[in-house]
């Protein structure tokens, strides 16, 4: 007998509430002390369900802001799609 093994690390619906909602917690601090100036490019690599590209997008008035993360599940969960 085989057990079939699932990875609960490729479901964005696992994810956003193990890990996406302390990213949420701290996103806000972590993008104000990178103090990056306003109107610049954002690359967040691992951007999982997009916690991070959401703080960016409210608070850090970038010009561009790309997520990118290899897990089609977090992806199509991800709340920033602006």
């Given at each position: 007998m085989t057990a079939e093994r699932k990875d609960v690390w490729a479901s964005g619906d696992a994810y956003e509430p193990y890990v996406g909602r302390w990213s949420r917690l701290i996103a806000r601090q972590f993008v104000t002390w990178l103090g990056v100036p306003p109107n610049k490019d954002?690359?967040?690599?691992?951007?999982?369900?997009?916690?991070?590209?959401?703080?960016?997008?409210a608070s850090a008035s970038?010009?561009?802001?790309?997520?990118?993360?290899?897990?089609?599940?977090f992806v199509s969960l991800s709340h920033a799609t602006r």
């Open positions: 954002w690359l967040d690599v691992g951007s999982g369900t997009g916690a991070l590209c959401e703080v960016i997008l970038p010009r561009h802001v790309t997520g990118v993360d290899p897990s089609d599940g």
